[in-house]
């Protein structure tokens, strides 16, 4: 009679430890290739020569980094249809407008019809250069990997500084930018 207890207790010893090891093990399989994504890329480009841009604006304007002229650039691959971006925008022309000639934002269209794209920047307000990218090969130059926002930080010699995939919130770009070039000139 002793003999069913102890068989349940063992069954359900037994059941809870495969429970505990498969949640382990799928815990595993997410995290890891998460960990190793987001390192590398995050490494990818970081401290080396910033891969080249050749795109147009939308006025038919053909923009690269030589265009930087010592100022640092900041390179924002977006969509009008990734709600991150929607949120960034508004605070990158913030910036933009603080920051004058010490910083160029080029914001780099995912490959969307100009026509969607143009209402979007008139709707927002956006005033620095929009680049369109219908092939997506700068994309894919930048990237390996999808996902929108997408962020580089490339000093004045060229070189990335800094990558950040997804979306980077008002807080941090504030903090990120008086990192990198002080507090913004007060207007006058």
Request: include cysteine.
């Amino acid at each position: 009679m002793n003999a069913r207890p102890a068989r349940r207790r063992r069954a359900s010893l037994l059941w809870g430890g495969l429970i505990l090891a498969v949640a382990a093990l799928l815990l595993m399989l997410v995290l890891v290739p998460l960990g190793r994504t987001n390192t590398a890329a995050r490494s990818r480009l970081l401290d080396r020569p910033a891969p080249a841009i050749g795109l147009l604006d939308l006025a038919g304007r053909r923009w690269t980094l030589s265009e930087s002229r010592g100022r640092l650039v900041w390179v924002n691959f977006w969509a009008t249809w990734c709600p991150p971006c929607r949120t960034e925008m508004p605070m990158m022309q913030r910036l933009a407008d603080a920051y004058g000639d010490r910083l160029l934002i080029l914001g780099v269209d995912f490959g969307e019809e100009p026509s969607a794209v143009r209402q979007f920047v008139d709707r927002y307000g956006i005033g620095y250069p929009i680049l369109l990218d219908p092939t997506l090969d700068t994309f894919y130059r930048w990237s390996p990997q999808f996902g929108l926002p997408r962020h580089y930080f490339v000093d004045a010699r060229g070189t990335v500084i800094r990558e950040i995939p997804g979306e980077l919130p008002p807080d941090q770009m504030v903090a990120l930018f008086d990192e990198l070039l002080g507090p913004p000139p007060q207007s006058q």
